[in-house]
């Protein structure tokens, strides 16, 4: 979605976040003095929609607070990275079965993520197709009972990996099936030749941390803030 002004010089451009229908995200906003017009044009829109979030991610980079005090954007979210300098670890014993991913996993794979992750980090099926259709991508499901209780997500570059996604269904956390789905990503991840791993977690995500921390995982140098201010609040979502 994009509105224009002043001849096309000033602009605002929105779209789906992470291919979520339900949340938008701010790509472009040109600066001048029409900007507040934009925004408000933009925002009226999104929200007649029905579009329940907009965001302004800018990753790394820096997120123009102005921008964001002028759009009504607060602070929703702050990640922050941690780091390992190699993927080698013992194996551990776990009662939890671990396998790799098949493409009939995957509406219980988005279940699991309903009953982990808060709202704002679920994926869409879009976006996890996407994802697993990615030739780096790795994704290893635990199972408990013969159903799926958590998985993981992971990408190799080089001898670089990332670890993008770890989580247990709520019913099931605290039976040690986090730290053996870790252990088995970090496995995966130096069988394919990484030499290194970092992720990405939410600040206030200490469970995660102690965890990643217990697994020689160390805080890296950056953090970075996701602005973001509902539009129509879904009944019960929380961030
Ligand atoms: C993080 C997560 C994957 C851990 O899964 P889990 O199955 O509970 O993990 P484990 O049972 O192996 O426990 C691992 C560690 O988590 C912490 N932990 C587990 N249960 C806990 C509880 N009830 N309260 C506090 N901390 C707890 C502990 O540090 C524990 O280490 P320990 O072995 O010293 O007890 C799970 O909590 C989850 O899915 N959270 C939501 C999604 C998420 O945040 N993912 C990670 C960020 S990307």
Redesign the pocket.
């Known amino acids: 979605m994009a509105f224009v002004t002043d001849g096309g010089r000033q602009y605002v451009v929105a779209g789906p976040w992470r291919r979520r229908a339900d949340i938008a995200e701010l790509i472009e906003v040109s600066d001048g003095k029409h900007r507040a017009l934009l925004l408000s044009a933009v925002l009226a829109s999104l929200t007649s929609l029905g579009v329940q979030m907009v965001i302004v991610d800018y990753g790394p980079n820096a997120v123009d607070p102005v921008l964001c005090r002028e759009a009504g954007l607060e602070v929703v979210e702050r990640i922050v990275e941690y780091e390992r300098p190699d993927c080698r670890v013992e194996p551990r014993p776990s009662a939890l079965e671990v396998r790799s991913y098949r493409h009939e996993d995957r509406d219980a794979i988005l279940d699991v993520e309903r009953h982990?992750?808060p709202w704002l980090?679920w994926n869409s099926p879009e976006e996890w197709d996407a994802y697993v259709s990615l030739p780096s991508v790795g994704v290893i499901v635990g199972l408990a009972d013969g159903q799926i209780v958590?998985y993981a997500g992971f990408t190799v570059y080089h001898r670089d990996g990332h670890?993008d996604?770890?989580?247990?269904?709520?019913r099931?956390?605290?039976?040690?099936?986090?730290?053996?789905?870790?252990v088995e990503a970090l496995m995966r991840l130096d069988q394919a030749g990484a030499r290194r791993v970092r992720?990405?977690?939410?600040e206030d995500?200490?469970?995660?941390q102690?965890?990643y921390e217990?697994y020689g995982f160390r805080r890296g140098r950056w953090v970075y803030e996701i602005y973001g201010k509902w539009l129509n609040r879904p009944e019960g979502a929380h961030l």
Do not use: I, K
């Open positions: 982990s992750f980090w958590g670890l996604r770890l989580a247990v269904h709520e099931e956390q605290g039976r040690g099936f986090g730290s053996a789905l870790l992720l990405t977690t939410q995500n200490h469970r995660s102690a965890l217990r």
